[in-house]
C-alpha cells in the first residue's frame, strides 16, 4: 500500500467517518435496548449529531480530491482487487451523499420526524385519514430524492439501487411475477389443509430460558459471543460498531416458543455476515453486506432453511425438550418439526409464515411501484391494500391497522427500496444453500449431528469475508454460476409443504418447470 | 434570553460539545458494563475520536469569539444570575482547555496508555522497578501541565483546582493535618478492640438478589429509574449521558454482602445529584456537580450517613431478613449494624472502612506533593509508601502489588488533584448532613421510617439543582454557612465508633475541641 499514497490517505480520511457511525450505532442499540425512557430526547440530539458529523466529514471536498487521486492510482488494477474494490465502492457512497442537498436532507428528516410522530398516534386509532397528506408529502419526497440520486429508467430503481446495488424494477418485476403466480395457489391448497396442532408451543414458556436456548444454537452456527452478544428489544434487529464488535436482539413470548427462537436465529444470520468480514476492511466502506438482499438472505438462510428443517430439530430438539420436560412431554420431532412450520394466511407480515412472507412483501413493493408512477393516488391507497390483500393474500384486514398503517417503513423513511430486499433475501438463500451443498454434500447431514461448522465456513468464505469487494450481482455470479433466479426456492418450497401438508402432485404442488 | 443573542449562541455551539462528551460517555459505559472483549480495539479509537471532535469543537477560535462577546452581555448580571454563570464556567473551561497544546496532549496520552498497559502487567508480577521509569515520565508530564495551567503557590494547585475549584495546597494542608492528627489515634484504639463477629455477611447471598435489593433501596433514596439504570461492573461508577440519562453501576460477592450494598448505595449519590441538576442545564457546562469534592459529598452521604446508620438498617433489615431467610435468620439488627460498620485497618484504599478511608488518602496525598515538589524521588517512592503506611495507617503492605502498584490512577492520568476530593467529600458530608438536620431535624427519624425525601430534597434544593452556578468555595459557604471544616465529620467519627466500640471517653474518643 505504500506506493498508493492517496488511498491510504482516503482510508484515514473515511475511516473517521466509519467510527463515528459505528460510534452512531451503539446510541441506537443503548436506545432500543437498555435506554431508561428519560434517555430519550438528548439520546434523538445525540444521534443526529453524530450523524452530521459523519456526513460532513464525508462529504468535504478533500475526500473528491483524494478520490480522484485514489482512482488514478488504482487504474490499473483488476476490478477485484481489494483496493480498487475500496475506491470503487467509496466513490459509490460517496457520490450518493453528495448528490442530496443538505437543505432537502433537514426538510425530509423533519417531515419524517413528524410522519413518525403522528403514525404512532393515528396507527391506534385506526385514523388513516391524518397520514394521508403525510404521505403524499412522502412520496413527493421520496421522488425528489430519487431525482437526486440520478437518471434512471424508472423511479424506483435509484432507491432501490441504494440497498440492492445492480437491481431494477425492470428485473424485480418478472422476478416478483413467478413468485406470485407460484406461491399464490400453494399457499391456497395449504391453507386448505388441516393445521398441524401447535397449541403445546403455547404452553408458557419462561423467557429468560427461551432466550439462553435459542443464543446457544446460534453460537453452534457459528455467532462469536466474545465479539457479540444477545440482548432483548421490542422490534429485533442486527447492528455493528466494528467487525468484532456485531450484537443482535431478539424478542420473545412465553405464550409462544416461536418468536424468541426465529427473531435470534434470523438475527445471528446477519451478525454472522458482518463478524465473517475480512479483519483488513475494518474501519472502511468495504466492511457491510454486499447488499441488503444478500444480507438477508444470510438471516433467512439459519432462521428457515437451518432453523425450521427437520435436520436441525432432530439435533436440537431433544435439546429443548430437555430444557422445557413439563412444556414438551407429550410432543414428537415430528409434531414439533410441523408446528414450527405451520402455516396461517394472515394480514401481518412480521408474523407470516416462512411460504406466505413473499406475499406480504409483493403486495408493499408493487403499491409502492404505483403510488411513485403516479398510477396509484395516497388517498386511494387505503382502499387499493385492501383490494390487493384480497388478491394476493386471500383476506383482507380487520382495520387500516392492521392494513395500510400496519409497518413504520413508509412513516419513517422514504417510499421505496426498503422491501424488495425481504424477497431477494429468500430467494438468493436458496441459491446458496444449493450451491453450499453442490461443493459439500454432507451438510444437511452436518446439520442433523449438530456440525454446523461446514455450512457457516462456506459462506464464511463464498460472501462473508469478502465485504462489498464485488458488487452484488457479480457476487451472486460467481457464488451461484448465474444471476438471481427464484426456481431453486421454489422448489424447496414446493417440496417442503407438499411433504409437510402431504399435498398430491399436480395442482400446484409441483415445482413449476 | 432574546436580549443576549451572544450567549444564546454560544450556548448552541456548546450544546454540541456537550453532548458528544455524552455520547463518548456511552461508549465509555458500555465498554465498562456489557461490551463483548473483540470490541475494545474499535471502541477505544471510537472513544478518542469523539473526545478530539469534542476538544476540536470546543477550542474553535469561534467559541472565543463568541465568549468576549457574551461577558460583554452579562457583564452587569450578578454572579449568580444563571447567564452570568454560564458564561464563567465556559470561560474557565475555555481557558484549561485552550492552554494545553494539542501535541502535549497527544504525547501525554500516548504516554498514559503505555504506562496504563505496563502497569496491567506490573502488578500481577508485583515488578514495581518497571514502573519507575514511566512514573518518572509521568511525574515529568504532570509538572508540565500544571505550568500549562497556570502560574500558582504551588505546583499542584492548577491540578487540585481542575477537579476542586477554589482549593489549594495552603488550604488543604492543614485540613488534612487535623484529620491525620485525630484519626489515626481514633483508629489505633478501635483496632485494639475486639471486633464485632461479621462472619453472618459472607453466608453466601445471590448476586442478582443483592443488585436487587441495593437497586430498590437506592430507589428510596430518590435515585430514578425513569431516568436511570444499574449494571454490574468491575469498578463502579456513576456516569451521565444528559440530565435525564443517569446510570449507575455496581459489583457484587456472594461472600460479602457490604460489596454490592455499598458501591450501590454510593454510586446513587453520584446519580443523584446529576439527576437533581435544574432540567434549563440540560447541555450546557453548567450541567455538572460543582466539584469532584461536592460530588464526593452525595455519595459518601448515602453510602455512610445513611446506608451505615442505624436508623436506616431499622428501617431496612426486616427487609433485607426477607429476602435472604436463610442466611440471616439468626441476625439481629444492632449484630448486623455493627457488622457492615466492622473497622479493620488493612492496606487497601478500596477496602477501607469508613473511619480509616481517609488515611489511605492522606498518604497518596502527602506523597503526591513530595513527588511534585522534587522532596521524593519516584525511585525511592515504593519505600516511602511502605514507610508512610507504616507511620498513618499502622501497617505496611506486603508486597508492592498491594503497595505502591495498587491504584490505577498514577499509571492512567497525571500525578496530583485526583485524591483530595474523597476526603473533602466526607468532611462535606458531614457539615452538609448537619444543616440538613438543623433545617429538617426530623430528617434522622424519617430515615427510620424508610422515608428518604426530606434529606434527597433537601440536597436536591441547595445543592443539586444548582449544578455549577456557585463556585465550590461559595456554595459550601451558602450551605453550611462557613468554610470547609472537619470538626462536624470528626465529631460524627468519634460518636459513631465511640459508641459502637464502646470506648472510654478520653484518650482520643472524645471529639477534639
Redesign the interface.
Known amino acids: 500500500v505504500a506506493e498508493l499514497p492517496a488511498c491510504e490517505r482516503l482510508r484515514a480520511r473515511v ?2 467517518v466509519v ?2 457511525r ?3 450505532f ?2 441506537t442499540w ?1 436506545q432500543a435496548t ?6 430519550a ?3 434523538a ?2 444521534i443526529a ?2 450523524r452530521q ?1 459523519a456526513h460532513e466529514r464525508f462529504v468535504d471536498p478533500e475526500v473528491g480530491r483524494l478520490l480522484a487521486a485514489a482512482e488514478a492510482e488504482v487504474a490499473g488494477l483488476p476490478a477485484d482487487d481489494v483496493e480498487a474494490a475500496l475506491v470503487r465502492v467509496t466513490r459509490r457512497d460517496y457520490e450518493r451523499e453528495t448528490a442530496i442537498p443538505a437543505s432537502f436532507t433537514r426538510r425530509f428528516f423533519h417531515h419524517m420526524a413528524a410522519s413518525y410522530q403522528t403514525w404512532t398516534e393515528a396507527r391506534p386509532a385506526d385514523d388513516v385519514q391524518r397520514v394521508v397528506p403525510l404521505l403524499e408529502e412522502t412520496l413527493d419526497l421520496s421522488r425528489t430524492l430519487a431525482g437526486y440520486l440520478g437518471p434512471a429508467d424508472h423511479v424506483a430503481d435509484p432507491l432501490i439501487a441504494r440497498a440492492d446495488h445492480g437491481f431494477t424494477v425492470a428485473a424485480l418485476r418478472p422476478l416478483f411475477a413467478r413468485l406470485r403466480e407460484a406461491l399464490v395457489p400453494l399457499a391456497r391448497r395449504v391453507a386448505a389443509c388441516e393445521p398441524p396442532d401447535d397449541a403445546f408451543l403455547r404452553r408458557g414458556y419462561p423467557l429468560g430460558a427461551q432466550f439462553a436456548f435459542a443464543l446457544a444454537r446460534a453460537a453452534e452456527f457459528g455467532y ?6 444477545l ?1 432483548p428489544t421490542h422490534h429485533p434487529f442486527a447492528i455493528e ?5 456485531v450484537r443482535i436482539t431478539t424478542r420473545g413470548r412465553e405464550d409462544d416458543l416461536r418468536e424468541a427462537l426465529f427473531c435470534t436465529f434470523h438475527e445471528s444470520g446477519h451478525g454472522m455476515y458482518h463478524q465473517g468480514l475480512d479483519g483488513r476492511f ?2 472502511t466502506l468495504l466492511a457491510d453486506g454486499a447488499s441488503a438482499g444478500v444480507h438477508e438472505s444470510q438471516s433467512r438462510m439459519w432462521e428457515n432453511r437451518v432453523g425450521r428443517s427437520h435436520a436441525f430439530w432432530s439435533y436440537a430438539f431433544p435439546k429443548l425438550r430437555s430444557e422445557f420436560p413439563e412444556q414438551l412431554a407429550d410432543v414428537e420431532l415430528d409434531d414439533f418439526h410441523r408446528a414450527v412450520n405451520v402455516v396461517r394466511p394472515g394480514t401481518i407480515r412480521t408474523r407470516a409464515d416462512e411460504l406466505t412472507y413473499d406475499l406480504h412483501v409483493i403486495v408493499r413493493f408493487e403499491l409502492e411501484l404505483e403510488l411513485l408512477e403516479g398510477r396509484l393516488a395516497v388517498r386511494d391507497l387505503p382502499d387499493a391494500w385492501q383490494a390487493r390483500y384480497a388478491d394476493v393474500v386471500g383476506l383482507e384486514a380487520s382495520s387500516h391497522r392492521d392494513g395500510v398503517l400496519q409497518d413504520v417503513h413508509w412513516f419513517s423513511r422514504e417510499i421505496g427500496g426498503a422491501f424488495q430486499g425481504y424477497t431477494i433475501g429468500n430467494v438468493l438463500a436458496a441459491q446458496f444453500w444449493d450451491a453450499a451443498v453442490r461443493e459439500y454434500p454432507t451438510i444437511p447431514d452436518d446439520i442433523g449431528r449438530g456440525d454446523f461448522a461446514p455450512l457457516h465456513g462456506w459462506t464464511q468464505r463464498r460472501i462473508h469475508r469478502l465485504g462489498r469487494v464485488h458488487d452484488p450481482l457479480d457476487l451472486i455470479a460467481r457464488v451461484t454460476g448465474g444471476p438471481i433466479d427464484p426456481a431453486p426456492y421454489l422448489a424447496y418450497l414446493h417440496d417442503k409443504y407438499g411433504a409437510l401438508y402431504r399435498l398430491e402432485t399436480g395442482d400446484g404442488a409441483d415445482p413449476p418447470p
Request: no cysteine; proline share 8%.
Open positions: 475511516a473517521d467510527d463515528l459505528g460510534a452512531g451503539l446510541l443503548d437498555h435506554m431508561p425512557p428519560g434517555g430526547p438528548a439520546r440530539r445525540q449529531l453524530l458529523l462469536d459471543l466474545r465479539r457479540g452478544r440482548d460498531f466494528s467487525i468484532d464488535d475494518e474501519a
